[in-house]
């Protein structure tokens, strides 16, 4: 079994069609989407149809996702003294909701936001091996919150996987490659293939198993970051400023947005 692992697309399709690219001769038989599709991006309906197209896709709901669905938003502070004092607060809102309302249109549109309905929170698969692998966006807990990540300690990550029943959790939401382990669990997360640091290079991940035990290896692989920005001026989303000051590096990527 070889199985192709993205998360964190975020409508980018250009950023998708070069990670498909890269794995043509990799013999991928079936793969995982972890969440978060198609707000942000110029693309969210294309994004949607390639998945479609991909051998024993299987797709989950990421946060972003669920706030195409109901409108909801993340709360971007912690307490409300934190609010008053954040003189932005009301520009991003606005442009969140903005974002929302234009993906969902669009999706809507093309008679496919539906599809967004049926995406269950959790994958599960066993491999030829014997291993048990378990599929989220940010936690088995959570869509959203803390998530997988270099830098998050033992007891937090502890946390997250508390009572996951698997050998490999594999997770998304957070944007960063990561490959850990602790207390006899493997924990990866692919990094964002839509939506990478301020990088020109979108990330997935390749989990194989034979018989024999599960191997993974991290890709990295370069994409046309102004076709991107290029495409969001074209369309006039709303998001426009936000996507390319990530993709460009000109703003740090906040997980808690996102």
């Known amino acids: ?42 693309r969210p309906v294309e994004v949607l149809q390639l998945l479609r197209t991909l051998p024993g896709i299987e797709m989950l709901r990421g946060n972003t996702d669920r706030y195409v669905l109901t409108g909801e938003q993340p709360a971007p502070h912690a307490t409300a003294a934190d609010a008053v004092a954040s003189l932005d607060l009301v520009q991003r809102y606005a442009a969140m909701a903005a974002g929302i309302g234009w993906t969902r249109g669009v999706l809507d549109q093309a008679g496919v936001l539906t599809a967004l309905t049926t995406l269950p929170t959790r994958l599960r698969l066993q491999l030829p091996s014997g291993t048990s692998v378990l599929g989220v966006h940010a936690s088995p807990a959570a869509d959203d919150g803390s998530g997988i990540s270099p830098e998050i300690t033992d007891e937090r990550l502890r946390l997250l996987l508390a009572g996951c ?71 006039r989303h709303p998001n426009t400023d936000f996507v390319t000051s990530i993709l460009t590096g000109r703003r740090p990527l906040r997980s808690s947005v996102l």
């Not at 070889?2 to 250009?14: K, T």
């Not at 990561?178 to 997935?204: E, K, Q």
């Not at 018989?211 to 046309?224: A, L, M, S």
């Open 165 to 235: 029943d698997a050998d490999i959790v594999i997770g998304g939401h957070t944007h960063r490659m990561t490959d850990r382990h602790l207390d006899g669990i493997r924990v990866l997360n692919p990094g964002s293939a839509g939506l990478p640091h301020g990088a020109d290079t979108t990330s997935w991940l390749l989990l194989a198993d034979e018989g024999h035990g599960p191997t993974v290896t991290h890709r990295t692989v370069p994409f046309d970051v102004n076709a991107v920005v290029e495409d969001l001026n074209r369309r």
């Open 1 to 42: 079994m070889r199985l192709g692992v993205i998360a964190d697309i975020h409508g980018n399709d250009v950023a998708l069609r070069a990670v498909l690219k890269d794995a043509e001769s990799l013999e991928v038989d079936r793969w995982w989407a972890l969440g978060d599709l198609v707000l942000f991006g110029p």
